[in-house]
């Protein structure tokens, strides 16, 4: 095993979340980060579920009935169903995380439960205070809405989320000062928790949460670096904001779909993502982690995110997840990381029977490595075996966890826990290039989503046949080392050429602005064989990767497909 010469540097504020003392004396918490959520329509199915859930090791459940249930109208409370919920996860020794969602009909504007703004901030207030003065005794975490930047708030906006935030926190830490407000957002809205905390939630909240499923999707074409980016990022973001660094990030929700009948492809892909997103999340400081969802739903397509099938059987990934609680207990924390060669990643845990190795490799790196000491390789399915010294250990995309490693190797590890990520793409100067080709070369700046153009003649060509109009576009993430939220001046350059001499074809560019996602003005590409320049100036840039992309290159107005050769990136300000 040939170990890379460590990084120098530090990130203080890596694993700042796993610094609290193991002695937690609230009843209504522990360290666990191990969380599960349950969408609407499966949630009756708690019962069932949830003691399933505590054997593999789950401690967290997140869900709530929502407040049209338990309120229907003005001055009239029905607990009975919150009740019997807090019942059963007291009996089975999960924790609840509460949201506060959705609008009652009598308080919204429109008689539903979802349109802002809502009739007056009182009827928020008063039942933000019948739910905290009945269950504070067993609910510590309060979530405000559910992605309220997404489909669920619709004529919402930062200011009002600020208002919800902020009210909220008012009232419940009247009655239970030692409430925990929790703001949050669909994918990794960083820019709307900025508006938002710049709107009126500054200093009233005590956690974030974000369901990134964008990067968890990007696993599978080794999106790790970005994956581990989303912490300084959020850290960055409060930090420019004047909040304490050290608030606790959760993800309330993240999950991958698998079939509603056996697959073992399929199901295995779901496991392997699963086992990642706990293992690259913990490791990043994430604080709880909360898998969508418990038992799921087909929406109508054939697949679904659950743990549980609508059956009761369990997948694949429910075992998957089993194992590494079983493995690393229920209070891991990060420890540090080890460069294992090219291309494989691991990170150190302290776990309940010591220190444990989670390694796997990037895509198509199918590797071997020998160990110093005797391990013993717990696969994802739970299946373990002993390796001795000097005997080579294969390594591949799927994770394994590894137990016995030498005193030498755990101090390294160790030595690293601060140290910059090897992982992670060099960043120097003010130009960030990607060249395109069969293999596209993930760097500072890489195309992501590479199924959504083809290799064709040294470049890529955007692949127009795709049913689902996703060939009419190409995806660029910029490493946040390099250019992030705040740098506004920003030129983008595509090297391109027409596909074919004498069909017309041309792009536009969509970006993450200071507005969200925006789009600068179509260019047409000159006819002929040759390369052509095409730059956009752009002055309203604010690059946080909300969707798991900062920038794309669009033609879904252009009459025939395109080839791109490279793209840049250079920073203005």
């Not at 019962?47 to 967290?60: I, K, N, S």
């Not at 309060?142 to 669920?152: K, R, T, V």
């Amino acid at each position: 095993m040939v170990l890379c010469a460590l990084l120098a540097g530090g990130l203080a504020e890596r694993g700042a979340a796993q610094e609290r003392s193991s002695a937690v004396a609230d009843r209504r918490d522990d360290l666990s980060p191990w969380g599960v959520a349950s969408g609407a329509e499966w949630f009756n199915a708690y019962p069932q579920f949830m003691p399933v859930l505590r054997r593999a090791g789950v401690g967290w459940l997140r869900g709530f009935y929502e407040w049209q249930i338990i309120q229907p109208v003005p001055g009239r409370w029905n607990f009975t169903l919150p009740d019997a919920l807090v019942r059963t996860a007291r009996a089975n020794d999960v924790h609840l995380v509460g949201v506060l969602a959705y609008l009652a009909p009598w308080a919204s504007a429109d008689g539903g439960t979802r349109q802002f703004p809502i009739k007056d901030i009182r009827f928020w207030r008063d039942y933000v205070d019948g739910l905290v003065t009945r269950y504070h005794a067993d609910i510590k975490y309060w979530e405000i809405w559910n992605e309220f930047n997404g489909s669920f708030a619709p004529g919402g906006t930062p200011a009002q989320y600020a208002e919800l935030v902020r009210e909220a926190a008012i009232a419940a830490k009247k009655i239970d000062p030692n409430a925990k407000i929790g703001m949050s957002v669909a994918s990794f809205d960083v820019n709307f928790l900025d508006a938002a905390i710049k709107s009126g939630a500054a200093g009233h909240f005590d956690f974030v949460c974000v369901h990134p499923y964008e990067y968890l999707a990007e696993l599978a074409a080794g999106g790790e670096p970005a994956f581990l980016s989303m912490t300084t990022s959020l850290r960055n973001m409060l930090k420019a904001n004047h909040q304490s660094e050290r608030l606790p990030l959760w993800i309330t929700e993240i999950g991958s779909s698998a079939p509603t009948r056996p697959d073992q492809a399929a199901d295995d892909t779901q496991a392997v993502l699963l086992t990642k997103a706990y293992l690259l999340s913990i490791a990043a400081g994430f604080e709880r982690v909360f898998w969508f969802e418990a038992r799921g739903p087909s929406y109508g397509k054939g697949t679904d995110y659950g743990l549980i099938r609508e059956d009761m059987s369990p997948r694949p990934s429910l075992t998957s997840l089993k194992t590494l609680t079983d493995v690393l207990g229920q209070e891991p924390k990060a420890a540090g990381w080890l460069n294992l060669g090219d291309g494989i990643y691991g990170f150190l845990f302290d776990g309940a029977k010591g220190a444990v190795l989670a390694a796997w490799t990037a895509p198509r790196h199918d590797t071997q490595i020998t160990f110093d000491s005797e391990v013993l390789i717990t696969a994802p399915s739970g299946a373990s075996t002993t390796v001795g010294a000097g005997t080579p250990v294969s390594i591949s995309s799927k994770p394994v966890l590894l137990t016995g490693l030498s005193p030498r190797l755990i101090e390294m590890a160790r030595k690293n826990r601060d140290a910059p990520y090897p992982w992670a793409a060099s960043a120097a100067g003010n130009v960030v290039v990607a060249r395109l080709g069969d293999d596209s070369q993930a760097g500072a700046l890489s195309q992501i989503r590479q199924d959504t153009t083809v290799a064709e003649q040294g470049a890529r060509r955007m692949n127009f046949a795709r049913a689902d109009k996703e060939g009419h576009y190409a995806y660029f993430r910029v490493d946040p080392a390099f250019l992030g939220l705040g740098a506004k001046q920003v030129e983008i350059t595509a090297v391109v050429r027409r596909a074919k001499p004498g069909e017309i074809a041309g792009m536009s560019v969509d970006y993450e602005s200071t507005r969200g996602y925006v789009g600068a003005d179509y260019r047409t590409i000159p006819d002929g064989d040759q390369w052509t320049e095409l730059s956009w100036r752009l002055s309203d840039a604010n690059f946080a990767g909300a969707w798991g992309w900062n920038f794309r290159l669009n033609a879904i107005a252009s009459p025939n497909e395109l080839l791109i050769r490279e793209v840049r990136v250079k920073k203005l300000d």
